[in-house]
């Protein structure tokens, strides 16, 4: 009786721990995504983390700016999107299904940046 509880118990915390590693560390979407850096700030109670909001080009249905909300863990990758607002670039992501207090507060986590353009700059 006792090995089929120790068993039983096993098997539950096991599939218990892969669906928390699916759920919040596993990448289901990795990608890019440009457009120009709206909104970059430091924020939260407990856990300070860096957010951020890009502007992408073209319209909803709604006549309205896509807007793609994301987190930074990254400090130095943090720093140079705060030196660069309002500027367009162009920003490789991760996609998680959870979201952790310490990651952010969305659930794409930027982790690069490919390319900034300085909005200044340009033809009229």
Do not use: C
């Given at each position: ?28 979407a ?61 920003l ?23 390319f ?9």
């Amino acid at each position: 009786m006792k090995k089929i509880i120790w068993i039983t118990l096993s098997s539950i915390v096991t599939i218990l721990l892969i669906a928390f590693y699916v759920r919040f560390y596993y990448v289901f979407a990795e990608g890019t995504k440009a457009g120009q850096l709206n909104t970059f700030q430091k924020k939260g109670y407990v856990f300070k983390t860096y957010e951020g909001i890009l502007i992408q080009s073209g319209f909803k249905a709604n006549i309205q700016s896509n807007e793609y909300h994301f987190s930074v863990e990254n400090p130095a990758i943090a720093q140079k999107l705060l030196e660069n607002a309002g500027k367009d670039m162009e920003l490789h992501y991760k996609s998680y299904f959870g979201v952790l207090p310490w990651r952010g507060n969305t659930n794409s986590v930027v982790d690069s940046i490919y390319f900034i353009k300085d909005a200044n700059v340009g033809g009229k």
